[in-house]
């Protein structure tokens, strides 16, 4: 029969837990508080917010940190980019971030330990276990054959005189194997299905040399090999599975949330609205925006935006490979940062580095834009005019340049996420207010924790 016990000590929002399982620190109020201890963290939300533990930190305080993107002297090109990744978080998530990034930098043992050594001894055993050699598959022969010579050809007769039946008609160059040449008139020689006859006169005999016929082949040198093989595969098998099952211990992270009924109506929000964010047809990172005076070869276009695809947009996606939640994460994947939205703060990670953002501290930001698309229509986007690849000063088709085509001006949805700590990342959608509801989500929570005191 198992046993366990627990005991807390504490005063006020504080306090200590004692179990056979460790010991664990928690931080809140009746219905709200975060747990952290060795199986994991555990989060308590409820409609009257989320209470969390404020780290005191060298790190300058929000304010003094403002980011502002980079924009050149003449205001002529701004670079669309969030700040160094370690400059991302805020003060309230710092140990959060601590824990994943330590564990994110970890080595792994089965790649360095297993999976490298593995090929190594493959790679080790088929240098030393076998070997190529030459072999030789026909021997070099010279053969006696009958050549024509006669630049009309010649007659091959049933029978040694020039009265029999002929057989067949040769060429000049043809060759055929001798089979008797005691005939001092005619030469004996072979064909397909019979011998025939040929004159002496119309040809000539001649040896022909055939070369050796080689090639290479891999043989085994070592008649232990398979065993030694089949032995390593299975040893290396059994090691990495213990290894597997070391680095699962050494980077799994749980979090998981405990919600009251009014906060899990909310939040059944949250899947669907990023649902249909992930419907819109395609959806576009903006890097770069550059304003231009050229509007007659830009299309009257007074701003230049350089765009990719967004690389994945996921309904559920963990950060780390071991890291176990309760709850789905919808992930963003931009050209440098992953961002994961969790059900209290935004998650960041760009390589093994994470940073995190409460969504009181994000602001989502939508508005309708109107985009001289060059690439082709999506299939859900407004088209709401159209333009010249080359226009004049009417705005009509510019003559003077062939091959002017026209282009559809289409209205699309622009949402800008920034906070105060650097995030500064623009998306665009095809599909017109598709982000709306999840943005509008993010700044209720957010509107949740600006509530909260931070004790």
């Known amino acids: 029969m198992g046993w366990s016990y627990r005991k807390s000590f504490g005063s006020g929002p504080f306090k200590i837990n004692f179990s056979n399982s460790g010991i664990s620190y928690s931080v809140g109020v009746k219905g709200a508080r975060i747990n952290v201890g060795p199986r994991g963290t555990y989060v308590n939300l409820s409609s009257h917010g989320i209470t969390y533990r404020k780290k005191i930190s060298n790190r300058n305080n929000l304010s003094e940190s403002n980011y502002q993107p980079s924009i050149t002297d003449n205001q002529a ?34 790649k360095w330990f297993g999976i490298v050594p593995l090929t190594i001894f493959i790679a080790s055993m088929a240098f030393t276990s076998f ?92 008649p232990y090999a398979g065993y030694i093989f089949a032995v390593g595969l299975i040893g290396f098998g059994v090691w990495i599975v213990q290894l597997k099952k070391r680095d699962k211990e ?17 939040y059944q929000q949250f899947n669907t609205h990023f649902a249909a964010f992930k419907s819109s047809a395609r959806v576009w990172q903006y890097l770069q925006s550059h304003r231009t005076h050229d509007l007659k070869r830009n299309a009257g276009a007074g701003q230049l935006i350089k765009r990719i695809p967004v690389r994945t947009i996921s309904t559920n996606e963990v950060p780390l490979r071991y890291f176990v939640t309760n709850v789905s994460i919808p992930c963003i994947k931009l050209s440098v940062l992953d961002l994961y939205f969790l059900p209290e703060r935004l998650l960041i990670k760009r390589g093994n580095t994470f940073a995190s953002v409460f969504y009181k501290n994000l602001h989502i930001d939508g508005f309708i834009s109107q985009f001289v698309e060059s690439e082709g229509v999506p299939r859900d986007a407004k088209v709401v005019g159209h333009t010249w690849r080359y226009v004049n000063k009417r705005g009509g088709p510019d003559k003077r340049f062939k091959n002017n085509q026209q282009l559809p001006l289409c209205a699309y949805s622009q949402y800008t996420l920034t906070s105060d700590t650097g995030i500064y990342e623009v998306i665009c959608t095809s599909k017109q207010g598709v982000m709306d509801g999840f943005a509008s989500f993010i700044r209720q929570i957010g509107n949740l924790q600006s509530r909260i005191i931070i004790r």
């Open 77 to 110: 090109a701004q670079s669309i980019a969030s700040a160094q990744i370690d400059r991302l978080s805020d003060t309230d998530s710092a140990d959060f971030i601590t824990e994943l990034t330590k564990k994110a930098k970890q080595i792994s043992f089965v």
């Open 131 to 222: 070997e190529t050699r030459i072999v030789t598959v026909q021997p070099a022969t010279d053969s006696v054959v009958v050549r024509v010579t006669s630049d009309i050809g010649a007659n091959i007769r049933q029978g040694a005189n020039a009265k029999a039946s002929i057989l067949r008609a040769a060429t000049y160059g043809q060759t055929f194997h001798l089979q008797d040449s005691s005939n001092t008139k005619w030469l004996k020689v072979a064909l397909p299905d019979t011998s025939g006859y040929i004159s002496r006169r119309l040809s000539i005999v001649d040896v022909v040399h055939r070369n050796a016929i080689t090639q290479n082949q891999t043989v085994m040198t070592n």
């Open 250 to 266: 050494r980077f799994a992270m749980e979090l998981y949330y405990n919600m009251d009924e009014q906060f899990q109506m909310v």
